[in-house]
């Protein structure tokens, strides 16, 4: 996932190319899954037996909406990442990640994908003391990216997070609760904890915003 050493410059050029493609696919990847709704049932023993059937099947469903809200986290952290890059002279400044996250802020599914990864975030943080696992802990990383892109690049986005999370910052999301959670035997702990002390401090600013 480190490719800060290793990404080519062809990749700015693909997508400098193929950037109405490129749109498309982030609108997509930031927005909701739609849910088909389940036909009526009037039988009364139907229904019992189907309330059964639609319980486990929302159960289900949940667990693929959030299989699915980390896979499109991963894949815009991949985004995000090639887009910083441009700022480091690998390729066009106009493919700089803060002309990325100015598109990513006027598209209105954003704000429920951010507040996903906040929840998701806190529940990894404390539903339990259970250590992460490798790619858990990948993906806490990754999460903690796409919101410290928020909070540099868009002003939107940072006073949407700081108004309505800093609460779950204060009580949830916090140094002590990484620490018992990721293991220091990890390579991506490091790398995460110096991530995540930036996080908090981006939280408690107010005028950081470069755009």
């Given at each position: 996932m480190f490719r800060e050493t290793e990404t080519e410059s062809s990749r700015l050029n693909t997508l400098a190319a193929k950037k109405g493609t490129l749109f498309n696919l982030l609108v997509i990847l930031i927005s909701k899954p739609q849910i088909p709704k389940s036909c009526p049932v009037f039988d009364i023993q139907l229904v019992a037996d189907s309330t059964l059937v639609e319980m486990s099947?929302?159960?289900e469903l949940q667990k693929l909406i959030l299989e699915y809200t980390d896979r499109a986290t991963a894949l815009l952290y991949e985004i995000l990442l090639v887009f910083q890059q441009g700022n480091l002279g690998l390729g066009s400044t106009?493919?700089?990640?803060?002309?990325?996250?100015?598109f990513l802020q006027s598209c209105p599914?954003?704000?429920?994908?951010?507040a996903s990864?906040?929840?998701?975030v806190v529940k990894g943080l404390s539903a339990s003391f259970q250590l992460l696992s490798p790619g858990q802990a990948v993906l806490l990383y990754q999460q903690f990216f796409i919101l410290k892109s928020c909070l540099l690049y868009s002003k939107t986005l940072a006073e949407y997070i700081r108004s309505d999370y800093r609460e779950e910052f204060r009580y949830f999301i916090h140094m002590p609760a990484l620490e018992k959670r990721l293991p220091l035997c990890y390579p991506i702990t490091q790398p995460t904890t110096r991530l995540f002390h930036e996080v908090l401090k981006l939280i408690e600013q107010k005028q950081c915003v470069k755009c």
């Open positions: 099947f929302d159960a106009k493919f700089a990640i803060s002309w990325m996250m100015s599914p954003i704000i429920t994908f951010v990864i906040v929840k998701r």
